[in-house]
């Protein structure tokens, strides 16, 4: 006896199979292909990212504001809390030390005011970097908002060393001076390169 649609039915049945042995297939090859490419990263490592230029010489700036932070500000590991939560510009000196304070802070100033430029032209041609006036000044200036912090730093860590109050003075003079010259150094040692046709 003969079912027609008996035969459709199992044809369709066939079909319908195929179609799916078919996808199967596809999804195991595609699979097998997603596996060798995580296997491929894998034994790559960490993935590699290329340096990262950013061109400084399209933006305009109008005014130069805000604060470099160019490694003047002390790393106080154990002071840390005491600035966060006197919340003052510099931390505090005793009675006694507030005269040596006011001694190395006029040098200071005065290396600020008539020395630094050379040593920031010094670091501008070993570095092939040449800057404008005002960005000198800029640096100059937020110099200048981190230097009472700084010989506060050095005078309380050298009162607590318990040194004699003449070579403090010169010590503390010359760390300043050294921070700040290293500090210069760091900052246009890693500004961003320029294209030949800037410099």
């Known amino acids: ?96 030390q507030e005269q040596l304070f006011q001694r190395i802070h006029k040098d200071v100033h005065h290396y600020l005011n008539h020395e630094i430029v050379n040593d920031i032209r010094q670091f501008e041609e070993k570095y092939n970097y040449k800057l404008e006036d005002p960005y000198r000044q800029f640096i100059v200036q937020d110099i200048r908002k981190q230097i009472d912090r700084r010989i506060s730093f050095y005078l309380n860590q050298m009162n607590r060393n318990g040194s004699a109050e003449g070579p403090v003075e010169q010590a503390v003079l010359e760390k300043v001076k050294k921070d700040i010259y290293k500090a210069i150094e760091a900052f246009i040692n890693n500004l961003p390169q320029k294209m030949e046709g800037d410099r």
Do not use: C
């Open 1 to 96: 006896m003969y079912y027609p649609d008996l035969y459709q039915y199992l044809q369709q049945v066939y079909q319908y199979m195929k179609t799916q042995h078919e996808r199967v297939k596809n999804l195991e090859a595609r699979m097998d292909e997603l596996e060798g490419e995580i296997n491929a990263l894998k034994s790559n490592g960490a993935m590699k990212i290329d340096k990262i230029e950013y061109k400084f010489d399209q933006l305009k700036v109008e005014t130069l504001e805000g604060t470099l932070n160019i490694g003047l500000t002390p790393n106080l590991s154990e002071e840390i809390e005491q600035f966060s939560v006197n919340g003052k510009e510099k931390e505090e000196v005793s009675e006694g």
